[in-house]
């Protein structure tokens, strides 16, 4: 419609006549407007179109950098572009929590202590003393049920129950409100992640651990664990069953990782910056 009115008018401007009067010379007329118009519109519609590029590449990035930052809930290991570990101690509080405080407390290092509520249960007094010495508390859920092998039919109410009783045995003894946990065993499938979200938790797994093995000695254990560590490494230890060998050789772990270089933090510290 536009291009007619061009048309008509450039020609009634040159001649005064009517299009259908000449149409030789209005078809020459529309030729030369046509092209021009079309390399305007050519023009336009490639700006047009490079704006729409532009702001829809910006509008994907911001979603997708949002998304990575509130979206991701289960997590094995910290950013890898950083050196930074984390130190993780499951079930307790039990046999070997004292023993273990005091050493992250002369290393002055603050770890993460995935607690079972039955534990604190028993041990209130030693679940409010790992808090009070500034560790980072996370929900291991209350009786370690193993998810792998519970056929109920009512699973994933099961997994919430568990998460709730841990959260309040948590809750009661430190006064602290867990945001991060860990299912017994390391169940993660799609369904626990779901039900851990809603309840409004982060799933941490580990990078390595190793300390449940019967056959290691201390130092073979230590070389183990040694060598697991890179950037982002989450260690798993426990201290509720009394294995020995894990206080032999942890003071000199937390020696090492720093002269290799690394920060120990905790795990809400580890991947806070992914
Ligand atoms: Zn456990």
Not at 15 to 41: N, Q, W
Not at 146 to 160: C, L, P, T
Not at 221 to 242: C, E, P, T, V
Request: aromatic content about 10%; hydrophobic content about 40%; glycine content about 6%.
């Amino acid at each position: 419609m536009r291009h007619i009115l061009i048309i008509y008018t450039c020609h009634a401007a040159c001649c005064g006549e009517r299009l259908s009067c000449h149409p030789a010379r209005s078809r020459r007329v529309y030729k030369f407007i046509d092209s021009a118009t079309t390399r305007r519109m050519t023009i336009a519609a490639a700006h047009l179109a490079l704006r729409m590029f532009i702001f829809a590449a910006l509008l994907f990035f911001a979603v997708s950098s949002a998304f990575a930052e509130n979206g991701k809930i289960f997590y094995s290991d910290g950013p890898s572009d950083q050196k930074k570990v984390a130190l993780t101690f499951d079930d307790g509080p039990g046999a070997n929590t004292e023993r273990i405080l005091e050493i992250l407390k002369e290393k002055n290092v603050k770890a993460t202590f995935f607690m079972l509520g039955v534990s604190v249960v028993k041990h209130p007094e030693l679940a409010k003393e790992v808090a009070a010495a500034g560790h980072e508390i996370g929900n291991h859920t209350y009786g370690h049920v193993s998810f792998f092998a519970y056929k109920g039919a009512d699973k994933e109410a099961k997994m919430e129950s568990e998460i709730a009783k841990g959260e309040a045995a948590i809750k009661k003894a430190t006064v602290t409100t867990p945001v991060i946990m860990r299912y017994p065993y390391g169940y993660s499938k799609k369904e626990a992640i779901a039900v851990a979200k809603k309840r409004g938790y982060k799933v941490i797994n580990w990078t390595f651990g190793c300390d449940w093995e019967k056959k290691p000695t201390a130092e073979e254990m230590h070389q183990k664990y040694l060598g697991a560590l890179k950037n982002g490494s989450i260690f798993l230890m426990h201290d509720l069953n009394g294995n020995p060998r894990v206080p032999e050789f942890l003071g000199k772990f937390i020696d090492e990782i720093r002269e290799k270089g690394y920060d120990i933090v905790t795990v809400s510290e580890l991947i806070k910056a992914e």
